[in-house]
């Protein structure tokens, strides 16, 4: 009884996130919400010039340095991310509505999470650890238009989060 | 090349001939390829956009042009329960006149803001016929920026016209009435008390401000439509009038006596110099003037107290009345300014006066042995260039392409005529379904007509579409207007009233949207920027929630300690910062509406309850795939009970102390 219920639960998400994805649809390449469904866009959209460890964005090693913590930056991030970003994130390892921030900076190279928080809709579609996450949250991370100043002043404070010092 | 282009006439001539030897009939009246020209495919964009008065809607709406799709309703002067436009507390001054809140009026006409005599796509101004208003709409949001009420009006009809760079938009009275601060005088006074007033409302180049800079005060006429002078003619304006019999009752017959009514061409940079020289009396009047403030998400509304009033009985040189046959509707000056219509629409021809003669009637003084009400009235023959003859019946208002054409619309014989300005020769005419009111040329109005589409916007639908009961969907009809001939190609419904209309290039107003409001900027006094600043407070019985909404959730989302007889204001900020994005915002019970809050904005909606229990609310705009799970509780316990405010969302519970 419980497991029938759970799976009718689960099949009546995944059908409500076809409808939301096909709703935001038609914004153009702009938005790059143009995919259908999770499962779809990962077939046909992974292109091999897709590097998932770089991401996609204005961002790479040549202009993301980490030197010793920011203490100025990271106290900027921290009050970006309380309009921007804590609604759906928590500090700790918990998921919200995105999964908790605890050792981000440890998975992922500064330069990553600058390329996602600044260029989200892109790499929902294309990078297929992104797309594993969706299918957990079922929530696009939307583009919270973050300046590229503000985007290094949050990962500052990730970097925080993380015990750097 | 010129034996080509004889075949090519004579291809059309033989065309026009099996065209016209069919009967006109509403199924062939459309040709074969009309589908090809109004199709825009999936995903592409119109060529312009078309801004149709929603008449007694009170509302604007937009079309894109050639699909005659429906891209958006800008409630103006009146209540959107889909935008909660006049249910926020944030909109209602919105609608606040000297009256009162008034959430209704006449929506009529459109006029885009222009510079040199050409839109410029940054503003539209529409007119409130019943409680004499004017607003200003943003082009950038989409949405009312402002409204100024007019005193001294009984009917804003004649307006929002404007002048070459929007200097001015005019308000120019329906119905003549008294002076508000001498009002309680008898009907039958009319020819002594009753009289004209015509608003000069000057725009601010940069904001977009608007205020009454003056306004004229002529005899008691029903003023109709008006259109701007340009180019040579720039610096003047003219307004078309009816009822010159100064009849004060049974005016279908009354105010149809006399052959020529008249048009008043206005000198009004004259009438600026006699203000700036201070002439000019102040009178004490009442007027609301609201506000809407993009960076606290606000309105306000201000009563004003003072206007200036020019006599123009007292300034012979400002105003002088031209005879024009009969009961004028349209009033229409072609793109070099030289040629101004009258469309008499009980008259059997239509009229063309030109400027030059105009002023050179003024110079040589070739008026008419009787003033009218101490206003010069030129002679007819001294004004006019010449006259359309048989044009049809019941001309009602005319526009213009780049090519010296003239449009006219005809109600009573239900057709649009083309005609040519120099020559005054019909050149092509079709037939309306039905009875066509205002017509629009995109650009028609301005100095540089961009042609190419008509679109006629009638006044009876009957059979056009799908029946709908007693009440049918109000009708437009495009038509073709780049060949000799005019070709219908379309037929679509738009919502009721449309009067005028304008249209402009997409490119225009397409690039310059706002998509969000940015958060950082938000100066709303009841912001919440992020979770960390929800709080709900209490002040003596009204309780503030500041609420945030992010994809997929409300914070707070549970809230207690709220008691019977509070007011409860829900003031939402929605944090996200994507286009296309807002949230909704609604409560069991509440009895105005419902929040639709853009990326970026705070709303607020104020709540009363009615009954102690668990009131649910939720986000009303489809927003994720977790938007039904986007909710909360209120709990309203009774008067005096002692369960504390207390708010949070999850885990985390805040408890206010007593």
């Not at chain 1, 914004?27 to 143009?34: D, E, I, L």
């Not at chain 1, 998921?95 to 500064?110: A, C, I």
């Not at chain 2, 008419?368 to 101490?374: K, L, N």
Request: net charge negative.
């Amino acid at each position: 009884m419980n497991t029938s219920m759970k799976k009718a639960v689960i099949a009546i998400a995944g059908f409500s996130l076809t409808a939301a994805v096909l709703v935001s649809c038609g914004g153009g390449s702009s938005s790059g919400q143009t995919k259908s469904t999770a499962r779809e866009t990962s077939e046909t959209l992974t292109t091999d010039d897709y590097d998932p460890n770089r991401g996609e964005g204005k961002f790479d090693e040549s202009n993301v340095e980490a030197g010793a913590l920011n203490m100025a930056m990271a106290e900027k991030g921290e009050a970006i991310s309380g309009t921007k970003c804590l609604s759906c994130h928590k500090l700790s390892d918990e998921k919200l509505v995105g999964p908790g921030w605890e050792g981000v900076t440890e998975r992922r190279s500064l330069h990553w999470i600058m390329n996602f928080i600044t260029n989200p809709d892109p790499m929902i579609d294309k990078d297929p650890e992104v797309q594993a996450q969706l299918e957990l949250c079922l929530v696009r991370m939307p583009n919270q238009n973050l300046a590229d100043e503000e985007a290094r002043e949050i990962v500052e404070f990730m970097r925080k989060n993380d015990g750097v010092k | 090349m010129k034996s080509s282009k004889i075949i090519i006439g004579l291809l059309s001539a033989a065309a026009v001939a099996i065209v016209a030897c069919k009967p006109k009939s509403t199924s062939n009246a459309v040709s074969g390829d009309a589908a090809s020209k109004v199709y825009v495919a999936p995903g592409k964009y119109d060529e312009f956009y078309n801004f149709v008065s929603g008449g007694f809607s009170g509302q604007l709406s937009v079309y894109g042009l050639p699909s005659g799709r429906l891209l958006r309703v800008i409630p103006v002067f009146s209540m959107d329960p889909e935008k909660g436009w006049g249910f926020s507390e944030e909109t209602k001054p919105m609608l606040n006149t000297s009256h009162g809140f008034v959430p209704w009026d006449d929506l009529h006409h459109v006029e885009m803001s222009m510079t040199d005599g050409i839109a410029d796509g940054k503003w539209a101004f529409v007119n409130g016929n019943n409680t004499p208003r004017l607003a200003r709409v943003d082009l950038t949001t989409f949405r009312t920026a402002e409204i100024i009420e007019l005193p001294n009006s009984g009917g804003n009809h004649s307006s929002p016209f404007g002048t070459e760079n929007s200097e001015y938009i005019v308000a120019g009275t329906r119905f003549s009435v008294p002076s508000d601060a001498n009002s309680d005088v008898s009907i039958e006074s009319y020819k002594e008390n009753f009289k004209g007033h015509i608003s000069f409302v000057s725009v601010d180049k940069e904001s977009g401000e608007m205020n009454i800079a003056f306004q004229l005060k002529t005899p008691g006429v029903n003023f109709d439509l008006a259109r701007t002078g340009k180019g040579k003619s720039h610096g003047w304006f003219f307004f078309s009038t009816y009822n010159t019999e100064q009849a004060n009752t049974l005016q279908e017959v009354n105010a149809s006596q006399k052959d020529k009514d008249f048009i008043m061409a206005v000198n009004w940079k004259k009438a600026e110099e006699y203000i700036k020289a201070g002439k000019g009396a102040k009178q004490k009047v009442k007027y609301a003037h609201n506000v809407f403030d993009e960076h606290t998400h606000t309105a306000t509304s201000v009563i004003k107290d003072e206007v200036t009033v020019l006599d123009v009985a007292e300034y012979p040189d400002i105003v002088y009345f031209i005879p024009c046959p009969k009961s004028p509707h349209g009033c229409d000056v072609d793109p070099t300014g030289e040629y101004i219509v009258g469309s008499g629409k009980l008259a059997a021809l239509l009229p063309v006066f030109s400027f030059d003669k105009i002023q050179k009637a003024i110079a040589d003084k070739a008026f008419e042995s009787e003033t009218y009400s101490g206003i010069p009235v030129i002679k007819y023959e001294a004004a006019l260039y010449g006259e359309v003859q048989k044009p049809g019946l019941g001309p009602l208002h005319t526009e213009f392409d780049a090519n010296g054409n003239a449009y006219t619309s005809f109600f009573v014989s239900s057709e649009v005529v083309k005609w040519n300005v120099k020559d005054l020769q019909v050149l092509d005419r079709q037939p309306t379904f039905y009875s066509v009111g205002h017509l629009m040329v995109p650009g028609g109005n301005t100095k540089k007509p961009l042609g190419k589409y008509l679109v006629a916007y009638n006044k009876i639908t009957k059979d056009r579409y799908l029946p709908t009961g007693p009440e049918l969907s109000q009708s437009a009809q495009l038509y073709d207007i780049s060949g000799e001939k005019m070709q219908l190609i379309l037929d679509f419904p738009t919502i009721g009233e449309p009067h005028y209309a304008q249209a402009v290039a997409a490119e225009l107003i397409k690039d310059k949207q706002v998509k969000i409001f940015d958060i950082n900027k938000n100066a709303h006094a009841f912001v919440a920027k992020g979770e960390a600043e929800t709080k709900v407070e209490r002040i003596g019985n009204q309780v503030h929630v500041y609420l945030t909404t992010v994809r997929s959730h409300l914070s707070p989302d549970k809230i207690e300690g709220v008691q019977l007889g509070d007011n409860v204001y829900f003031h939402v900020t929605n944090l996200e910062q994507d286009w296309d994005v807002p949230h909704g915002f609604a409560i069991k019970g509440a009895s105005n509406g419902e929040l639709l809050v853009m990326p970026g904005e705070t709303t607020t909606l104020k709540w009363t309850p009615d009954r102690i229990g668990i009131f649910p609310m939720y986000c009303t705009d489809f927003c994720s795939a977790l938007h039904q799970e986007m909710s909360g509780y209120v709990r309203v316990s009774p008067k005096g009970s002692n369960v504390p405010i207390s708010y949070g969302l999850g885990d985390k519970m805040t408890t206010v102390k007593k």
